[in-house]
């Protein structure tokens, strides 16, 4: 028996299950996942909604759609280049995003099948145990577009594949396969991909069956390395947000939409 939770979004839904294992389900059948303004804003605060639920003993983060979560909507991404005001309150929402997955005391698992891409490489990341399927693709597009490698990616991944194998693929934005995530490290699991949904289930339920001050108590004493970093996480997210303000992330956005290679104007006026 499930019980639904009030979201403000259709980008994702979350249901309550009567074992305490709480479903954030990503997409619909036949459509790739992405997060509008309304959807970003919902799924940052999510994290801290759920661990404050008495009902919710942990957290499955998986999908129904082509793949994991795409990342930003376009129309979001020219809201960033257009507004101020966009900018700083996507920066709010980003950075409730990464910390409050962080202080969930809830362990949090996620199942990334297909592309896992910008907010939705974040949630799959940040999650206390990553499955992927061997087939999925982890992709943090940043500098593809001209910004930054913020929010989650220019501290976490460093933290979990170590500094050489982050700085290659966010620099040139190279993707990871889940066979190749885990192993490097990036994730913490990898499946066939018929296996995965059943795997994390699986992991998610036996989690949400253990002892809640055990395991709450364990996963804030580890995250403790990741809140050391904050700052640093903070100085990216800074740096990608300032970055949608300049020539370069319009330029990346047009070269997306054209399906070219982008002509940098930054590197002539820096």
Not at 11 to 33: N, Q, S
Not at 53 to 59: C, D, L, S, Y
Not at 182 to 204: C, F, H, K, N, Y
Request: with cysteine; glycine share 10%.
């Amino acid at each position: 028996m499930t019980a639904p939770f009030a979201v403000d979004t259709t980008d994702f839904r979350v249901e309550i299950g009567d074992d305490g294992l709480a479903e954030v389900i990503l997409g619909a059948p036949g459509t790739m996942p992405v997060t509008d303004a309304r959807g970003h804003a919902e799924i940052a605060r999510i994290w801290s909604r759920l661990d404050a639920h008495p009902g919710v003993r942990a957290i499955l983060v998986r999908s129904e759609g082509k793949g994991f979560c795409a990342g930003g909507h376009t129309d979001l991404v020219e809201d960033l280049l257009a507004s101020e005001a966009t900018r700083w309150r996507v920066l709010r929402e980003a950075r409730e995003l990464v910390q409050g997955m962080i202080d969930c005391d809830k362990p949090i698992v996620s199942a990334i099948h297909g592309a896992a891409v910008g907010a939705g490489a974040a949630v799959a990341l940040l999650a206390d145990v990553s499955v992927a399927a061997t087939t999925a693709k982890i992709i943090d597009g940043h500098t593809k577009l001209g910004v930054a490698a913020g929010d989650h990616a220019a501290v976490i991944w460093p933290f979990l594949c170590g500094v050489a194998k982050a700085k290659y693929h966010l620099l040139l934005c190279e993707t990871v396969s889940g066979a190749e995530a885990e192993r490097i490290g990036l994730v913490s699991l990898a499946v066939e991909p018929d296996a995965l949904q059943a795997t994390a289930r699986d992991i998610a339920q036996r989690l949400a069956a253990g002892s809640q001050t055990a395991l709450a108590a364990t996963k804030r004493t580890i995250n403790h390395s990741l809140r050391l970093l904050i700052p640093a996480f903070e100085a990216s997210l800074a740096h990608e947000i300032l970055g949608f303000a300049g020539a370069d992330a319009r330029e990346g956005l047009q070269a997306v939409k054209d399906k070219r290679a982008a002509a940098f104007p930054g590197a002539a006026t820096r």
